[in-house]
């Protein structure tokens, strides 16, 4: 029910953006999680399917931006950086809470992998 795109291998400063299709019959709010080697997966950024109550990790605020257009959501990721380096996830829940833990979400993406080079 969730089908994530526009991952890719860019350099230093490039940007890139993700793309997630959902079913709006389950959405009530919508999130990116991201897992680099080695590490547990990492919230990322998250809003109500409305657009509103946008959430962002520290790490990425200032250089992602997370928006809707229709049944798709977006993720678009300026400045990236190598430690941004990760398979990024979109997931989605029936709940309009918009939350930072992977338990808030019943529905996830299969993963797109991000690859920022030095």
């Known amino acids: 029910q969730l089908q994530a795109s526009g991952g890719g291998l860019v350099q230093a400063g490039d940007s890139l953006r993700l793309s997630c299709a959902a079913s709006?019959?389950?959405?009530?709010?919508v999130g990116w999680f991201r897992q680099a080697p080695g590490k547990e997966r990492e919230f990322v950024a998250t809003?109500?399917?409305?657009?509103?109550g946008r959430v962002y990790s520290d790490s990425v605020k200032g250089r992602f931006t997370l928006s809707r257009d229709g049944a798709a959501m977006y993720l678009q990721m300026n400045s990236l950086k190598p430690e941004d380096t990760a398979v990024y996830y979109c997931?989605?829940?029936?709940?309009?809470?918009?939350?930072?833990?992977?338990?808030?979400?019943?529905?996830w993406g299969q993963g797109t992998q991000v690859t920022v080079s030095s």
């Open positions: 709006e019959r389950i959405v009530g709010s």
């Open positions: 997931a989605a829940s029936s709940s309009d809470m918009v939350s930072k833990l992977e338990a808030g979400y019943s529905y």
């Open positions: 809003m109500k399917w409305s657009g509103f």
